[in-house]
């Protein structure tokens, strides 16, 4: 049989890379959008950028999203693009709805103009849930989103949904709740407390100015949930599925697990900063993710200490060679 083709966008993103890695593991020849930019955002696939095909596209460019999916041919797609920090959706919420919303009809489109056997995966979030209307939440939970982005991601749900029933098309959306991994960017919280607990230990930062610690979330590894959106991809039917550890920790939590793998009282060091608050929290997130776990065999591996001290411990490991190197990482 020949090789699966699947193209990733993202693929630059901390899920772009991780999924990039399982999918050449699975022997799949990949594809991976890019968008052109002056300096290249290549770190976390240049371990792997020789094993890899790279196009240019945009979410912003249908055109170039149509070429894309011609000229590579794909089984599978994975959208995994989008703008994805929360803070940034309300300072720049159209651009977050043209990336996160409509992107992702744009990339449908072209799937339906090209071929409509391509199976199709949508990065959804658990930030659909927002002010939640129960506890934990399902795929039958209703949304109540609390920022742009959280819309933008309700519609590219619903228009991913709303597909897959118009035109046949096999759409999933994977409901990811907040995943993480030492590839995560340095803005989102747990790669903030770790890299600054490393930092701090080590002598290069003094304090770490920080948000809302009551927030909860049920935070999970990203290696862990790229297998769930593989295998939503290789049932028998298309569907949606929750993605979750089912456990939830404080913002808190975090810290406190996080400066003690560095051997520091978090107390000492944490400043809190009304610049970090948001115009509206989403206070409260916990799966229900019995769906994809019966249906899907799937399980997370890591947990959450395991988690942190894993992005501690490549934070520590990172700044030491900077030191090592008199300064440069
Ligand atoms: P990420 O690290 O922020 O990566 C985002 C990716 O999207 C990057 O490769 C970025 O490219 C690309 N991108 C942004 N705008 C684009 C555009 N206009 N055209 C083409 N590419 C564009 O995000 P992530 O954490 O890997 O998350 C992957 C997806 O899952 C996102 O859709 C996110 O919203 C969603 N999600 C994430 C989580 C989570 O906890 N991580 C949970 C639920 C859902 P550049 O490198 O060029 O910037
Ligand atoms: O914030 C609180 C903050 O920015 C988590 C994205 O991947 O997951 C992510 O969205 C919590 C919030 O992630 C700081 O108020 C306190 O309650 O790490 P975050 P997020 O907003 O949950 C979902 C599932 C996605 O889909 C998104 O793409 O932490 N918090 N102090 C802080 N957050 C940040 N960033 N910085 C602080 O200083």
């Given at each position: 049989m020949s090789k699966k083709t699947a193209l990733i966008t993202g693929i630059t993103g901390q899920d772009g890379s991780y999924l990039a890695e399982l999918l050449l593991s699975k022997d799949y020849r990949v594809v991976g959008t890019v968008r052109r930019s002056s300096t290249e955002?290549?770190?976390?696939?240049?371990?792997?950028?020789?094993?890899?095909?790279?196009?240019?596209?945009?979410?912003?460019?249908?055109?170039?999203l149509i070429d894309a999916i011609k000229k590579t041919n794909p089984d599978e797609v994975y959208n995994l693009a989008a703008q994805?920090?929360?803070?940034?959706?309300?300072?720049?919420?159209?651009l977050t709805g043209e990336f996160t919303a409509l992107g992702v009809t744009r990339i449908m489109e072209a799937i339906r103009l090209v071929n409509t056997n391509i199976r199709f995966y949508q990065a959804s979030s658990s930030e659909m849930f927002?002010?939640?209307?129960?506890?934990?939440?399902?795929?039958?939970?209703p949304f109540y989103p609390r920022s742009p982005y959280g819309v933008a991601k309700v519609y590219g749900h619903y228009?991913?949904?709303?597909?897959?029933?118009?035109?046949?098309?096999?759409?999933?959306?994977?409901?990811?709740?907040?995943?993480?991994?030492?590839?995560?960017g340095l803005e989102f919280v747990t790669r903030k407390v770790t890299d600054a607990a490393a930092r701090i230990k080590l002598g290069l930062q003094k304090e770490l100015r920080m948000g809302n610690l009551d927030a909860r979330r049920d935070w999970g590894f990203a290696g862990d949930y790229v297998v769930a959106m593989w295998l939503m991809l290789q049932q028998d039917k298309p569907d949606d599925y929750v993605i979750s550890t089912d456990e939830t920790?404080?913002?808190?939590?975090?810290?406190?697990?996080?400066?003690?793998?560095?051997?520091?009282d978090w107390k000492e060091y944490v400043v809190q900063d009304p610049k970090f608050y948001r115009p509206a929290e989403v206070d409260l997130l916990v799966g229900d993710s019995t769906k994809a776990r019966t249906r899907l065999g799937w399980t997370p591996e890591v947990d959450f200490k395991g988690l942190v001290e894993m992005m501690v411990d490549s934070d520590v490991a990172r700044w030491t060679k900077y030191l090592k190197n008199g300064g440069d990482v």
């Open positions: 955002t290549f770190e976390r696939i240049s371990h792997i950028e020789d094993k890899l095909e790279l196009v240019q596209a945009d979410l912003l460019d249908q055109y170039s994805s920090f929360v803070p940034t959706s309300w300072n720049q919420p159209v927002g002010m939640v209307r129960e506890t934990p939440q399902s795929e039958m939970t228009i991913t949904v709303n597909y897959r029933e118009s035109y046949d098309l096999f759409a999933c959306s994977g409901i990811l709740f907040n995943h993480e991994s030492p590839r995560r920790h404080k913002v808190e939590e975090l810290v406190e697990v996080a400066f003690a793998r560095v051997g520091l």
